[in-house]
């Protein structure tokens, strides 16, 4: 087993727009960095996207999201603890850490902390493992949305977050420290959701391997880098003309869609043709879609921001987040959704005839795809995506068809 | 339909177990607390639950309603109900057949009359999820809220907090009205009553484990958590099997036996005969603990420090989402305690939890030098497979 580098399993510059390679670069720059260290700061890394990386700015801590995973390797490290019941994910999550079995990621193992919400149980598992092999938070994260004893409990927790981030940075954390970060990081997510809308167009100036790439550079770079680069990407962006193309319009639902799992979305543009133009997953547009208050008590702020961001399906009630995921199909006007989940996830594998029957209601087809990170399902994957893609093709002909015909019905 | 297992009623050996009236007594309060008993019970009009019967009884109990072991959605029909699981709610193959019997069989009696659910947010994720899809068929679950202690008294005050606003939630939903303390408070000692005789006869037991088979075992644990809808009456039984055990002291056990201890949940209960027919004899058991309530504290801050200390103590399974980092210890102590010569770790297929857990342990006990073998199985009443029961025999005999 050889040990993934850091540029293994890495979007390259030839499957991005060129518009993009700017960002690319700087993000590499930014991991190479994170890895050698030498700025004398610390360095915290976290799994969940209900992580408030506000927090952690304002106390000065060098910080990335832990989501490169895509490696049967590491995904093997891993399961010399887990044996096979967990997702890859949650196998991968263990396996970069674990120094000891080979095939661990330099990456992760230059941080100094993890902060591990509870999310689902076998990523709360997978942290009692991991915190063997790096000092751990652990905190708890409630699932019941439209609850206030909730909404102030993960405020309490928030609080925590806070106290040991300073401790760790050796500085104190004022609430101006995070009320600060607050507004930085909203004018960030607003500019992601601008980007993001410009694939509302008949023909988008951003594939979805691009959207993939922007929310990379959210979880990596420091946040003033990224509002620069998002600022001169979205006005480069925007500027485009629209041409003549009209790819069928996709939405990906479903389970984490880690970086270094790009298999499927390459198959989907680069060799069906077809664009992803949304993302109801958490390492997609799902994250964005919410704004902090920036007046008032900033934890309370950040608990209720992050509550009611567009739900994971492990918070409560489910149908919240089957509502999201419809509008976002509606919003992003697209012709079929492709529902993917790892496999032994729970959130997403059990609940999936929930959001399938909830995209149907909307007139969506759905495509629904288990997958894991082994390379064996590709070829399966490559003909079932083909065949769906002819029965939206199918469809939007009917369409076509059907539209001079019901004007002509109308003017009769 | 009866859930109650048929239990041998010969040993190893074909001697036949002795009679006993606190066995016989345990089967009849068990027979009242069958699935069919409960659903008349509720039909009559009595407030009757799925869920609240672990640690979180006493306040079901102090709401007139009875919490029912969700253990009772599998013991009959099991197969055919992890089919509707797959085909009609299309829950994947991988998971566990316990949530997929548990949600199909909820969907075949949904017009039944329990059909109030309450759950522990920081337990098993897939049982949260199919949860939710119960709710399609008519269902009101109820989630309490996550609250997780991942280190002894770790953020303690925070997270008793949240669990007594949730548990004054849940019993509001229960009842229409603010909880009654003084009336938690007295089903704490009630229960802590039946904590402490469980514990006196499991450790009376040990000295002669074969006198009460490993199902009706399994039955005495869960009654220390539900007390089968009629505490007074388990106390009763308890007593009876107390006396029943102490005679024995003395008595020379006919039948040889390998001491063991036993962790976890055996979902196959089949398994029990097979380790009993190896020569095996279950001595200790992790299963469900025997800690008391503090009953100096409000009530509602004691059940509430209660689960977060069985949490951190490894204690009370994945249906409270206890560490799978401590639990090693609790056995490690049962091992000394018992003077058994080997551990059975059993486990649920496809459960990640055990999966984990039995990892761990494996790693741990072969560095203390304490034999141990993991087995999983499925909640399924068909007997253990030839691969289950020639690993157990070998197991036995390579400590004997």
């Not at chain 1, 927090?55 to 049967?72: E, Q």
């Not at chain 1, 620069?228 to 006005?235: D, Q, S, W």
């Not at chain 2, 109820?142 to 939630?169: I, Y």
């Given at each position: 087993?050889?040990?993934?580098?850091?540029?293994?399993?890495q979007?390259?510059?030839?499957?991005?727009?060129?518009?993009?390679?700017?960002?690319?670069?700087?993000?590499?720059?930014?991991?190479?960095?994170?890895?050698?260290?030498?700025?004398g700061?610390?360095?915290?890394?976290?799994?969940?996207?209900?992580?408030p990386?506000?927090?952690?700015?304002?106390?000065?801590?060098?910080?990335?999201?832990?989501?490169?995973?895509?490696?049967?390797?590491?995904?093997?490290?891993?399961?010399?603890y887990?044996?096979?019941?967990?997702?890859?994910?949650?196998?991968?999550c263990?396996?970069?850490?674990?120094?000891?079995?080979?095939?661990?990621?330099?990456?992760?193992?230059?941080v100094?902390r993890?902060y591990?919400?509870?999310?689902?149980?076998?990523?709360?598992?997978?942290?009692e493992?991991?915190?063997?092999?790096?000092?751990?938070?652990?905190?708890?994260?409630?699932?019941?949305?439209?609850?206030?004893?909730?909404?102030?409990?993960?405020?309490?927790?928030?609080?925590?977050?806070?106290?040991?981030?300073?401790?760790?940075?050796?500085?104190?954390v004022?609430?101006?420290?995070?009320?600060e970060?607050?507004?930085?990081y909203?004018?960030?997510?607003?500019?992601?959701?601008?980007?993001?809308?410009l694939?509302?167009?008949?023909?988008?100036?951003?594939?979805?391997?691009?959207?993939?790439?922007?929310v990379?550079?959210?979880?990596?770079?420091?946040?003033?880098?990224?509002?620069?680069?998002?600022?001169?990407?979205?006005?480069?962006?925007?500027?485009?003309?629209?041409?003549?193309?009209?790819?069928?319009?996709?939405?990906?639902?479903?389970?984490?869609?880690?970086?270094?799992?790009?298999?499927?979305?390459?198959?989907?543009?680069?060799?069906?043709?077809?664009?992803?133009?949304?993302?109801?997953?958490?390492?997609?547009?799902?994250?964005?879609?919410?704004?902090?208050?920036?007046?008032?008590?900033?934890f309370?702020?950040?608990?209720?921001?992050?509550?009611?961001?567009?739900?994971?399906?492990?918070?409560?009630?489910?149908?919240?987040?089957?509502?999201?995921?419809?509008?976002?199909?509606?919003?992003?006007?697209?012709?079929?959704?492709l529902?993917?989940?790892?496999?032994?996830?729970?959130?997403?594998?059990?609940?999936?005839?929930?959001?399938?029957?909830?995209?149907?209601?909307?007139?969506?087809?759905?495509?629904?795809?288990?997958?894991?990170?082994?390379?064996?399902?590709?070829?399966?994957?490559?003909?079932?995506?083909?065949?769906?893609?002819?029965?939206?093709?199918?469809?939007r002909a009917?369409?076509?068809?059907?539209?001079?015909?019901?004007?002509?019905?109308?003017?009769? | 339909?009866?859930?109650?297992?048929?239990?041998?009623?010969?040993?190893?050996?074909?001697?036949?177990?002795?009679?006993?009236?606190?066995?016989?007594?345990?089967?009849?309060?068990?027979?009242?607390?069958?699935?069919?008993?409960?659903?008349?019970?509720?039909?009559?009009?009595?407030?009757?639950?799925?869920?609240?019967?672990?640690?979180?009884?006493?306040?079901?109990?102090a709401?007139?309603?009875?919490?029912?072991?969700?253990?009772?959605?599998?013991?009959?029909?099991?197969?055919?109900?992890?089919?509707?699981?797959?085909?009609?709610?299309?829950?994947?193959?991988e998971?566990?057949?316990?949530?997929?019997?548990?949600?199909g069989?909820?969907h075949?009696?949904?017009?039944?009359?329990v059909?109030?659910?309450?759950?522990?947010?920081?337990?098993?994720?897939p049982?949260?999820?199919?949860?939710?899809?119960?709710?399609?068929?008519?269902?009101?679950?109820?989630?309490?809220?996550?609250?997780?202690?991942?280190?002894?008294?770790?953020?303690?005050?925070?997270?008793?907090?949240?669990?007594?606003?949730e548990l004054r939630?849940?019993?509001?939903?229960?009842?229409?009205?603010?909880?009654?303390?003084?009336?938690?408070?007295?089903?704490?000692?009630?229960?802590?009553?039946?904590?402490?005789?469980?514990?006196?006869?499991?450790?009376?037991?040990?000295?002669h484990?074969?006198?009460?088979?490993?199902?009706?075992?399994k039955?005495?644990?869960?009654?220390?958590?539900?007390?089968f809808?009629?505490?007074?009456?388990?106390?009763?039984?308890?007593?009876?099997?107390?006396?029943?055990?102490?005679?024995?002291?003395?008595?020379a056990?006919?039948?040889?036996?390998?001491?063991?201890?036993?962790?976890?949940s055996?979902?196959?209960?089949?398994?029990?005969?097979?380790?009993?027919?190896?020569?095996?004899?279950?001595?200790?058991?992790?299963?469900?603990?025997s800690h008391?309530?503090?009953?100096?504290?409000?009530?509602?801050?004691s059940?509430?420090?209660?689960?977060?200390?069985?949490?951190?103590?490894?204690?009370?399974?994945?249906?409270?989402?206890?560490?799978?980092?401590?639990?090693?210890?609790?056995?490690?102590?049962?091992?000394?305690?018992?003077g058994?010569r080997?551990?059975?770790?059993?486990?649920?297929?496809?459960?990640?939890?055990?999966?984990l857990?039995?990892?761990?342990?494996?790693?741990?006990?072969?560095?203390?030098?304490i034999?141990?073998?993991?087995?999983?199985?499925?909640?399924?009443?068909?007997?253990?497979t030839?691969e289950?029961?020639?690993?157990?025999?070998?197991?036995?005999?390579?400590?004997?």
């Amino acid at each position: 087993m050889s040990a993934p580098t850091l540029s293994e399993h890495q979007p390259t510059d030839e499957s991005l727009s060129p518009d993009l390679r700017e960002l690319h670069a700087l993000i590499e720059a930014e991991r190479a960095a994170f890895v050698e260290g030498g700025d004398g700061r610390k360095r915290a890394g976290y799994f969940c996207a209900y992580t408030p990386p506000e927090i952690l700015d304002a106390a000065g801590l060098r910080h990335a999201r832990l989501f490169r995973a895509g490696s049967p390797e590491t995904v093997s490290n891993g399961e010399r603890y887990t044996q096979s019941v967990f997702c890859d994910f949650s196998k991968s999550c263990i396996g970069a850490f674990d120094r000891a079995a080979g095939a661990a990621d330099p990456f992760y193992l230059a941080v100094d902390r993890l902060y591990a919400f509870h999310t689902c149980a076998s990523m709360k598992r997978a942290v009692e493992v991991i915190e063997r092999f790096v000092p751990t938070v652990l905190l708890n994260l409630p699932r019941l949305r439209g609850e206030a004893a909730s909404r102030a409990y993960l405020a309490a927790e928030l609080r925590t977050l806070r106290d040991d981030a300073a401790a760790l940075a050796g500085r104190a954390v004022t609430d101006d420290d995070v009320s600060e970060q607050i507004l930085l990081y909203n004018s960030i997510r607003r500019l992601v959701r601008k980007l993001s809308e410009l694939r509302q167009r008949a023909d988008p100036p951003l594939t979805g391997l691009d959207f993939l790439e922007i929310v990379r550079g959210f979880y990596y770079l420091p946040p003033q880098v990224a509002l620069e680069a998002y600022t001169k990407l979205y006005r480069r962006c925007a500027q485009r003309h629209q041409g003549k193309a009209r790819p069928a319009r996709l939405l990906i639902a479903g389970s984490i869609m880690a970086d270094g799992d790009r298999r499927l979305v390459e198959l989907v543009e680069r060799q069906a043709g077809a664009r992803i133009v949304a993302e109801d997953h958490c390492t997609g547009l799902r994250p964005f879609r919410h704004e902090i208050a920036e007046a008032g008590d900033p934890f309370v702020a950040l608990a209720n921001g992050y509550l009611d961001q567009a739900p994971c399906a492990r918070m409560k009630p489910l149908g919240d987040s089957l509502d999201a995921a419809a509008t976002l199909a509606r919003e992003y006007e697209v012709e079929g959704v492709l529902y993917v989940y790892l496999k032994f996830c729970a959130c997403y594998g059990v609940s999936k005839l929930a959001f399938v029957e909830r995209f149907r209601e909307e007139g969506v087809p759905v495509l629904e795809l288990s997958s894991d990170y082994s390379v064996s399902d590709v070829g399966q994957f490559a003909t079932r995506v083909e065949a769906f893609l002819e029965v939206l093709q199918d469809r939007r002909a009917e369409r076509r068809q059907a539209a001079p015909a019901l004007a002509q019905e109308y003017r009769q | 339909m009866n859930q109650v297992l048929a239990v041998k009623t010969r040993r190893r050996n074909g001697a036949k177990r002795p009679p006993s009236h606190g066995l016989a007594a345990l089967d009849a309060l068990a027979e009242t607390y069958s699935y069919d008993a409960l659903q008349r019970v509720a039909a009559a009009g009595k407030s009757v639950i799925w869920g609240g019967w672990s640690w979180e009884s006493p306040l079901i109990y102090a709401c007139d309603t009875t919490p029912v072991s969700f253990e009772h959605l599998w013991y009959d029909d099991s197969r055919r109900s992890a089919a509707i699981a797959e085909d009609y709610f299309q829950v994947p193959g991988e998971f566990c057949s316990m949530i997929k019997a548990m949600i199909g069989r909820l969907h075949t009696d949904r017009n039944n009359a329990v059909k109030r659910i309450l759950h522990f947010g920081s337990g098993c994720e897939p049982m949260s999820a199919v949860l939710e899809l119960a709710k399609r068929d008519g269902y009101d679950v109820q989630t309490l809220e996550t609250v997780s202690a991942f280190r002894p008294e770790e953020k303690r005050a925070a997270g008793v907090a949240m669990l007594v606003s949730e548990l004054r939630r849940i019993a509001r939903w229960l009842t229409g009205r603010e909880v009654d303390e003084d009336r938690v408070a007295r089903e704490i000692r009630r229960k802590n009553r039946v904590l402490a005789k469980v514990e006196h006869v499991l450790n009376l037991r040990a000295r002669h484990p074969l006198t009460i088979p490993g199902a009706q075992t399994k039955r005495l644990f869960l009654g220390s958590m539900h007390g089968f809808g009629d505490a007074e009456r388990f106390i009763e039984v308890l007593d009876t099997l107390a006396e029943e055990l102490t005679a024995l002291d003395g008595v020379a056990e006919t039948t040889a036996y390998i001491p063991l201890v036993l962790a976890g949940s055996v979902g196959n209960q089949r398994l029990f005969e097979a380790i009993e027919e190896a020569g095996g004899g279950i001595a200790g058991w992790i299963y469900h603990g025997s800690h008391p309530y503090d009953e100096s504290l409000p009530p509602l801050e004691s059940l509430a420090h209660y689960v977060l200390d069985a949490q951190g103590r490894g204690d009370l399974g994945e249906a409270v989402g206890a560490s799978v980092a401590y639990r090693r210890v609790l056995v490690e102590e049962e091992v000394r305690k018992t003077g058994a010569r080997g551990v059975i770790s059993s486990s649920i297929i496809g459960c990640p939890y055990a999966s984990l857990m039995q990892q761990l342990e494996r790693d741990h006990f072969k560095q203390v030098g304490i034999p141990l073998i993991a087995l999983e199985t499925d909640v399924h009443r068909e007997p253990p497979t030839e691969e289950q029961i020639t690993r157990v025999k070998a197991f036995i005999e390579m400590l004997s």
